[in-house]
């Protein structure tokens, strides 16, 4: 299928995005890095945007709802990873699921018309940008 690089890209992705949150501990996830940092987030404040904005965005935008909140319960980086780990490799199997019609049809983008192809790269362009912020900002801690 001539899409299948949008669901290997984000199956590598999200493996990165797990590794890097597993270069943290505990103690690390109140932590703001950088204080002058507009968006000054926490390591945890991190977390939950991934979480909750992949989930809104497969959600409302995609049309894949893995059927569990998208915060885990307690909020410790272990239950962030298992959480991530687990929504994460659903969406993955419905991505695979996908033909090459559902890939061109249009969805709604917050308030205009894309391409689910359009979409899903802006949604793995927000998960790099995110993961980088995240890497470059441990180096300030």
């Known amino acids: 299928m001539k899409y299948d690089f949008l669901v290997e890209t984000y199956e590598t992705e999200r493996i990165k995005v797990v590794s890097t ?3 943290f501990s505990d103690e690390d996830l109140f932590v703001r890095p950088h204080p002058i940092d507009p968006r000054g987030r926490s390591f945890h404040e991190q977390m ?12 409302t935008m995609l049309g894949i709802n893995v059927g569990a909140p998208p915060l885990p319960t ?14 994460s490799e659903k969406r993955l199997a419905a991505l695979r699921e996908k033909d090459e019609s559902w890939w061109e049809e249009e969805a709604t983008f917050f308030d205009v018309q ?22 470059c900002s441990s180096s300030l801690k």
């Open 48 to 59: 939950v945007h991934q979480c909750v904005s992949e989930d809104l965005w497969f959600r």
């Open 74 to 87: 307690p909020e410790t980086r272990l239950e962030f990873m298992k959480r991530y780990s687990e929504d």
């Open 21 to 23: 949150w597993g270069m």
């Open 114 to 135: 894309r391409p689910r192809t359009w979409i899903m790269i802006r949604a793995i362009c927000l998960t790099y940008s995110s993961r980088i912020r995240f890497i």
